[in-house]
Each structure stands twice: as C-alpha cells, then as structure tokens.
C-alpha cells in the first residue's frame, strides 16, 4: 500500500515558467491538502481539497497559484510565473476525513533561479 | 499570529535522557496531533490525542493536552541518537474547514 506519492521530488524553474506539482493520496483517501515549507520553518497551509472541490484555499495566493483534484487523477499544485519567493518544499498529505491522522508525502523541492 | 507554538526552538542533550517538547495553542481544537521530520524529508505522524482525551502513549512516546491550558506536551523517554529530528505539533480546529495548523518546531538532538 503505497503511501502519498509526490512528484517530482525536485523541480528547477526559472523565473517566469511554469512549476506543476503532483500527488496522489494514499489508497481510499479523499482529502488532499497542500503545505509549503520555507527553511528552518513550520508548514503553512495552503488549499484543502476534495475529488472535484477546493475546501479550502485559504492560505493560497490569490495570484499565479492554483490547485485542482480532478475526478481521475493527481492532485496538482500549479504555480505560473515563478520568482525566487516560490522556492520551498511543497508537502501534500492525504486524509480519510476530519479526526484521522494525515499521512504526508516526501515533498516536492521546488528552486527557482 | 502562530495557532500552535513550541517551546523550546531547539534542544540537545544525552542519549538515554528524556527528552521534553511544548506546544500552545489559541483556540478550540478537535485533535492535536505530532510530527515528526528528519532533515530534507516529509513528516511522520507520530499520534494523535482528540480533545477529550488527556494523556496517550505509543512505545517511548507520551503526549498530554491540557484544554483548560490549550497545551501539550510530548515526552520522548530513553532517547536514542535516532530520533534526532525536527518535531511538530499541529492542531486541527473546531472551527471552519478541516485542516492541520502546524507549530515552528521543536529541533531535538540526541548527542550519542
């Protein structure tokens, strides 16, 4: 039973282009959530989503960033025009629902330069 | 401002010695629960503890919240150089959408 399956594990952008980021929860979770993680900090959250919902975006920036959960598929963290601000680990956790434990991904390392 | 801090930022000490970690919080919550992070990975769920619950253990692990305090503790007994890691406590709230609202951390070294 593979667990949550984040890729890629790091992506280089440069400034301007376009980042995805992919994961898929584990095996009969249907909520996903987001978390960005700048060095030495904390995660902050970012959007919750279920299979064809935002929950949540509450901690997302109103511009350049999007998430979607489609029906079939990966979740996808997109980040358009990326700047150097952008760079962090990007954490998906996956859970079966309000009360449960999350189970959190290996992250996707994101540089811009 | 920080729904869940830690306290203390960073703590070294001994193997074999217990190792104590603290985090407040601000608002009602249904579930604290605490991570664990070792450098450059993601996070580990180390337990759970819901809001009526006041004490859980799990192997060397010993959470306790305190609700009146809106505090937690999580004790590492007989600490070994392998639970060097950062550790986080993250609270779901009560109120609005679920989601986990993380800590700065707490970075534990265990000096061999």
């Known amino acids: 039973n593979a667990g949550v399956m984040q890729n890629p594990r790091h992506l280089v952008r440069r400034r301007g282009q376009e980042a995805r980021l992919r994961c898929s929860p584990m095996k009969g979770h249907s909520h996903v959530y987001w978390y960005r993680q700048l060095p030495e900090e904390g995660l902050k959250f970012m959007v919750y989503l279920q299979k064809e919902n935002i929950i949540d975006e509450s901690g997302m920036p109103k511009e350049r960033f999007s998430a979607e959960f489609p029906k079939e598929g990966p979740s996808i963290l997109r980040i358009q025009q990326v700047v150097r601000g952008d760079s962090a680990a990007y954490f998906c956790?996956?859970?079966?629902?309000?009360?449960?434990?999350?189970?959190f991904g290996s992250g996707t390392r994101l540089t811009v330069v | 401002s920080q729904q869940g801090e830690e306290d203390p930022q960073a703590l070294s000490i001994q193997e074999g010695e217990n190792a104590t970690m603290n985090c407040s919080y601000k608002?009602?919550?249904?579930?604290l629960q605490w991570y664990r992070q070792n450098s450059g990975r993601g996070l580990v769920h180390l337990i759970l503890?819901?809001?009526?619950?006041r004490e859980k253990h799990s192997g060397r692990l010993r959470v306790t919240l305190d609700t009146s305090k809106k505090s937690s503790s999580l004790l590492i007994t007989a600490s070994r150089a392998a639970d060097t890691a950062s550790y986080f406590c993250a609270t779901e709230l009560i109120q609005g959408a679920q989601k986990l609202v993380f800590g700065q951390g707490t970075r534990l070294t265990i000096n061999p």
């Open positions: 608002t009602s919550i249904n579930n």
């Open positions: 503890i819901r809001s009526n619950e």
């Open positions: 956790a996956s859970s079966q629902g309000q009360g449960d434990g999350y189970t």
